[in-house]
């Protein structure tokens, strides 16, 4: 599928432009006013032998020209149409073998443009040459010198007029391309360069228009916010041409799906309306008419997760999109037109945040998108009042029984002594940006610790600290870790960094790296989680990873005959062949352990030990286990 071109003011217009300002310059500065005339002008003289001897034709080549004698009546058409001379002067009685008058047909000539003046002898001939068109007659005695200032007037209207006429066709130019340009910015202003569709500012135009078409009838309207979730990542490795390619093929995509969702529910009354926009580089709305509670909405999510959600080709290159939707009705679920947009766009957003395809704004979105903000609002606050805490999971031997590490985990204490769960408030750390300086201040934390503990004589246990993707995508995190370990003298045998599988470790993520630095360090890294990202499985022996810690849910399901058995009975053997050490979280059960114990698991961490707890009772339960 071919681009369109863009609709912006091109550097071929600006040439044109160009063009026509020096065409207008050079008629404002013309030097044919001046009485000097330019070299090499010719005056084609067309008369009798005996008379051209006789002609004093010296004031002529004197004023600048240079004049061509013509005595055959049968050549002085011909002459005169391939020498475009500036001027003619022609003997009235000059005639062809027709008795015609030479001048007559010269003038009769559709090539020749230039003055014609007639040299008469008579008022007969004098009144026939003005009747047929001369430019000028001279009356015998002719006085060469007062004729060669007329020729010269003559040529100089002649320049003047062919300027002017110039300047009035670059003067339509400039009208027309005015014209063209005020056009180009209306489109602008109006419609996406790349896919030609509406921009925002024209949809917000169409949601008007469209509200003012249900006035009168049940209909609403009904708008979805398409959001690429990977076009950013297919820009940087396809390049801006290969991703314009993508976002006009998704809008012709979108076209379609909008089309056959209308042509597959008909309206119950009134006008159907239905557009496509770019409103951003890698997010599309949708506008259509509908009924209330009619199927269009649903149509249409179903039509566009799966015509985006199949591969795109792009010069014999797969991509996946991703695509995530947010909707909003109105006026029955949105009252307030102008905010219309917005609120799919929130809806698109929390859908994201969910890490789902699709959110239907309602009163709970609105709620639960007020809430985050209120707790980003907190978090800063938290973060410059230290009011974050670290509480630490013991982390056990399965063989020995014995503690051989701890998890150092984030906890946020609200005002009435209870605390706000880290899977709510971590990811809008995440999406606000502020995890990088929070995962900085856990590092930190869990390293004095451990230099804490150290210097209370306790013998050294490893420590697990997770580590976020906005952190592993940070190029300064290596250092980050290197000037803790520095800070607080700790072995970074003793370090072992949590990596989500979910995100953290996916392809596209391009962190191996980064890990390798890390791992240039002396820290040993985990994989987190293990079981609910995508395709880890597929790179994992790629990684250089120390430790797999299989996801809690495999673990709280294990029965003695069931299919979580057999899963978490394989991860530990994909573990074990890797010659990776294998933890198990949320272990809760004598039973659960004993099926670990038989598997072969190496270490578990969960309440049937102990929860997240105090320095303090991290110590007691050092002392107290053999």
Known sequence: MTKPAGTHFESDDLTEVTGILESLMSVANDESYDDQQPEEKRVLLLGRPRSLKRWDIRWLERS??????VDDPEHSVLAAETLDPCAIVAEAAFRDSRRRPVYQSVLDAEAVEAPVIVLSHSSSETRDALDNGAYDVARKPFDWRILSRRVRQAVQIADNDAALEQARDSLRSAVELADRVREQKRTSESFEPVTGLPNRSKFRELLQRSATSITGNDNVLLVCVVSLNRFNLITEAVGAKQSDQVAFDTAGILRDCLQSTADSVQLESGLRTASVARIDPGRFALLMTVSPGAAELDELRRTIIERLSAPMTVDG?????????????????????????????????????????????????????????????????????AELRLAYQPLVDIASNRIVGCEALLRWPQADGSFLSPAEFVPIAESSGLMVTIGRFVLDSACQQLDSWKRQGLDPIRMSVNVSKCQLLDPGFPDVVRGCLERHDVDPSLIDLELSERGALSPETNVLDRLEALKTLGVSLSIDDFGTGEAAI???????????KIDRSYIMELRSNGAESAITSAMVALGQKLNLTVVAEGVESNEQLAMLRGMGCDQYQGFFLSPAVSPDEVVRLLQNTP
């Open 317 to 385: 290159q797969a991509l996946y999109l991703s695509p995530c939707i947010g909707a909003a009705v109105y006026p029955t679920e949105v009252s307030d037109l102008p905010q219309l947009l917005g609120k799919a766009e929130s809806a698109m957003r929390e859908a994201r945040s969910r890490g789902a395809q699709f959110c239907h704004h309602s009163k709970k979105v609105d709620e639960d998108i007020a809430r985050k903000l209120r707790i980003e609002n907190r978090l800063h606050a938290a973060i410059d009042n």
């Open 538 to 548: 597929a790179y994992l022996k790629d990684l250089p990873v120390d430790v797999l």
């Open 64 to 69: 600048g020209f240079a004049v061509t004698l």
